[in-house]
């Protein structure tokens, strides 16, 4: 994975040489509070970089965590029903902006203050969701980055019949209880249909419904799988692969991290990339800008990933054309 060792070390040594801009210095007596709130736990190996990013950003925008700016994290720790109450411990502490990592936890954050911006990430459509009234002009006090999942998930199966050329019956895990899935899952079906693919919807809510649906798509005979794009499913990433390799199931992804706890393939956004933007959008806002009339941005930089040794591992043979447009090659 040397590619992947690059990147590690080009965000270290980022950290490292970043200059301390001299603009967006706050108030003397006054620092200027950002609330974090995200779905999962900050024991989790990918939280770390993901915050590096994050503070690489804001501090080549002048803002130092503890000397010109104040974070408070909130973490849900995976369970959804958490989120409510996280959002308005931030509400209470004034924060000036909350940072929503999330289209479940970008509507909490919404259901329980209209006035504090609130910067999204991670999330799908936020059109779709009710999110934003448009990407242009989101109105109310929501912007931020979106990442058009339902757009990549036709490129995500043809990917799939790239690899497994006769497979005709996939498998599709989702979480109902995100509002993005259903949106996926209705592309998946219209590309499922041009493609001459049957899909298998199985939902897991919760971890503990996983296996389940594992159960169910050994059950019902299928060639592949499909995975959509949700917190949950990507904090239990390892034993998806485990079980998609125990099952011999041919697996895409939306992404990197799931190719590289295991899983077969993933396509989508760079998330660290989209990481980075966030802190442009909390400049902006904490310098006077209105979320309302900051446009929704959506990716420029996607990624292919593909993990040889899981191929191996399944008896596929990866053709070499699809190699060659590999962003990463996992051996």
């Known amino acids: 994975m040397v590619s992947r060792r690059v990147f590690i070390s080009s965000v270290a040594g980022g950290l490292l040489a970043a200059p301390l801009a001299a603009e967006a210095q706050p108030a003397v007596?006054?620092?200027?509070?950002?609330?974090?709130?995200?779905?999962?736990?900050?024991s989790d190996p990918l939280v770390q970089p993901y915050l590096d990013v994050l503070r690489r950003g804001l501090r080549e925008l002048g803002y130092v965590e503890g000397q010109s700016i104040t974070i408070e994290y909130r973490w849900a720790e995976g369970k959804y029903e958490r989120l409510p109450d996280l959002a308005s411990e931030l509400v209470r502490l004034k924060v000036d902006v909350i940072v929503a990592v999330g289209t479940v936890v970008v509507q909490a954050a919404k259901q329980t203050t209209q006035t504090i911006p609130i910067v999204m990430t991670n999330v799908d459509d936020p059109v779709a969701t009710g999110l934003v009234a448009s990407m242009a002009r989101p109105g109310g006090n929501i912007t931020g980055l979106s990442l058009m999942s339902h757009e990549l998930v036709g490129k995500q199966l043809g990917l799939l019949r790239e690899v497994v050329p006769k497979v005709s019956r996939v498998?599709?895990?989702?979480?109902?209880?995100?509002?993005?899935?259903?949106?996926?899952?209705?592309?998946?079906?219209?590309?499922?249909?041009?493609?001459?693919?049957?899909?298998?919807?199985?939902?897991?809510?919760?971890p503990s419904e996983i296996?389940?649906?594992?159960?169910?798509?050994?059950?019902?005979?299928?060639?592949?799988?499909?995975?959509?794009?949700?917190?949950?499913?990507?904090?239990?990433?390892?034993?998806?692969?485990?079980?998609?390799?125990?099952n011999r199931l041919p697996t895409v992804y939306g992404l990197r991290w799931h190719a590289e706890a295991g899983g077969l393939m993933a396509y989508g956004a760079n998330l660290l990339d989209m990481v980075r933007r966030i802190a442009g959008f909390v400049d902006r806002i904490l310098k006077g800008a209105k979320p309302a009339d900051l446009p929704v941005e959506q990716p420029t930089n996607f990624e292919l990933v593909i993990n040889l040794k899981t191929a191996k591992a399944l008896g596929l043979t990866i053709p070499p054309a699809l190699l060659g447009r590999a962003d990463e090659v996992i051996q």
Request: proline residues 6%; aromatic residues 2%.
């Open 211 to 246: 296996d389940r649906a594992f159960a169910a798509m050994t059950r019902e005979r299928m060639g592949a799988l499909l995975v959509l794009l949700d917190s949950m499913l990507l904090v239990q990433r390892e034993r998806i692969a485990d079980l998609a390799a125990k």
């Open 171 to 206: 498998a599709v895990l989702w979480n109902p209880a995100n509002p993005a899935n259903a949106h996926q899952l209705r592309e998946a079906e219209v590309a499922a249909s041009a493609l001459g693919v049957r899909l298998q919807p199985l939902e897991a809510q919760r």
């Open 29 to 42: 007596g006054k620092l200027p509070r950002v609330g974090l709130l995200l779905p999962g736990s900050s």
